[in-house]
Protein backbone atom coordinates (compact mmCIF):
# COMPACT_ATOMS: atom_id res chain seq x y z
CA UNK A 1 0.00 0.00 0.00
CA UNK A 2 1.24 3.50 -0.91
CA UNK A 3 0.15 6.40 1.00
CA UNK A 4 0.82 9.98 -1.08
CA UNK A 5 1.70 13.14 0.57
CA UNK A 6 3.37 15.47 -1.87
CA UNK A 7 4.16 17.56 1.22
CA UNK A 8 6.89 19.72 3.11
CA UNK A 9 7.93 17.29 6.32
CA UNK A 10 10.30 17.99 9.39
CA UNK A 11 13.90 16.83 8.76
CA UNK A 12 13.68 13.76 10.70
CA UNK A 13 10.22 12.55 9.36
CA UNK A 14 11.83 9.90 6.74
CA UNK A 15 14.26 8.60 9.47
CA UNK A 16 10.82 7.97 11.82
CA UNK A 17 9.11 6.24 8.74
CA UNK A 18 12.20 4.14 8.80
CA UNK A 19 11.86 3.00 12.02
CA UNK A 20 8.56 2.14 11.51
CA UNK A 21 9.86 -0.13 8.61
CA UNK A 22 8.21 1.48 5.94
CA UNK A 23 10.32 3.31 3.20
CA UNK A 24 9.77 7.06 2.15
CA UNK A 25 10.24 8.35 -1.21
CA UNK A 26 11.52 11.54 -1.02
CA UNK A 27 13.29 14.51 -2.74
CA UNK A 28 15.36 17.23 -2.21
CA UNK A 29 14.03 20.21 -3.33
CA UNK A 30 15.10 23.37 -5.32
CA UNK A 31 15.21 26.76 -3.13
CA UNK A 32 12.16 27.95 -5.10
CA UNK A 33 10.21 24.25 -5.03
CA UNK A 34 11.33 25.04 -0.99
CA UNK A 35 9.76 28.25 -0.77
CA UNK A 36 6.78 27.57 -3.04
CA UNK A 37 6.21 23.68 -0.05
CA UNK A 38 6.97 26.05 2.88
CA UNK A 39 4.27 29.14 1.57
CA UNK A 40 1.91 25.27 1.48
CA UNK A 41 3.26 24.00 4.98
CA UNK A 42 2.48 27.55 6.49
CA UNK A 43 -1.42 27.69 4.83
CA UNK A 44 -1.71 23.86 6.21
CA UNK A 45 -0.26 24.39 9.29
CA UNK A 46 -2.92 27.71 9.73
CA UNK A 47 -5.90 25.56 8.59
CA UNK A 48 -4.92 23.49 11.33
CA UNK A 49 -4.61 25.79 14.03
CA UNK A 50 -7.92 27.42 13.12
CA UNK A 51 -9.76 23.60 13.34
CA UNK A 52 -8.29 22.64 16.54
CA UNK A 53 -7.18 25.77 18.71
CA UNK A 54 -3.77 23.46 19.64
CA UNK A 55 -1.28 25.55 20.65
CA UNK A 56 1.25 22.90 19.24
CA UNK A 57 -0.45 24.03 15.76
CA UNK A 58 0.78 27.21 16.81
CA UNK A 59 4.18 26.26 17.63
CA UNK A 60 4.42 24.71 14.22
CA UNK A 61 3.42 28.04 12.70
CA UNK A 62 6.43 29.33 14.30
CA UNK A 63 8.50 26.54 12.57
CA UNK A 64 7.53 27.51 9.42
CA UNK A 65 7.92 30.96 9.98
CA UNK A 66 11.36 31.04 10.90
CA UNK A 67 12.20 28.08 7.72
CA UNK A 68 10.29 30.72 5.57
CA UNK A 69 12.00 33.78 6.42
CA UNK A 70 15.16 31.81 6.71
CA UNK A 71 14.95 30.85 3.38
CA UNK A 72 14.12 34.26 2.06
CA UNK A 73 16.96 35.63 4.04
CA UNK A 74 16.11 37.24 6.73
CA UNK A 75 16.07 35.52 10.38
CA UNK A 76 13.24 35.32 12.57
CA UNK A 77 14.46 38.16 14.64
CA UNK A 78 14.20 40.47 11.71
CA UNK A 79 10.87 39.32 11.76
CA UNK A 80 10.11 39.94 14.89
CA UNK A 81 11.38 43.72 14.74
CA UNK A 82 9.23 44.38 12.24
CA UNK A 83 6.83 42.63 13.76
CA UNK A 84 7.58 45.40 17.48
CA UNK A 85 7.93 48.36 14.56
CA UNK A 86 4.34 47.74 13.11
CA UNK A 87 3.02 47.35 16.54
CA UNK A 88 4.55 51.05 17.91
CA UNK A 89 2.80 52.36 14.55
CA UNK A 90 -0.15 50.38 13.93
CA UNK A 91 -0.84 48.32 17.25
CA UNK A 92 -1.45 45.61 18.04
CA UNK A 93 -4.40 42.88 18.49
CA UNK A 94 -5.32 43.31 22.20
CA UNK A 95 -8.68 45.73 22.30
CA UNK A 96 -10.52 42.91 19.97
CA UNK A 97 -11.26 45.81 17.36
CA UNK A 98 -13.41 44.78 14.24
CA UNK A 99 -13.67 47.52 11.54
CA UNK A 100 -16.85 47.35 10.17
CA UNK A 101 -16.80 50.18 7.63
CA UNK A 102 -15.16 53.32 6.80
CA UNK A 103 -17.69 56.52 5.97
CA UNK A 104 -15.76 58.81 3.31
CA UNK A 105 -16.46 62.58 4.05
CA UNK A 106 -16.22 64.99 1.15
Excluded: W
Excluded at 45 to 63: M, N, R, Y
Excluded at 69 to 88: E, G, Y
Amino acid sequence: MKRIYNKLVRDNIPDIIRKNNETPNIKILSQDEYIFYLKKKLQEEVDEFVESDDITELADILEVVDALSNACNHSLNDVMQIKDKKAISNGKFNNKILLIDVVEHQ
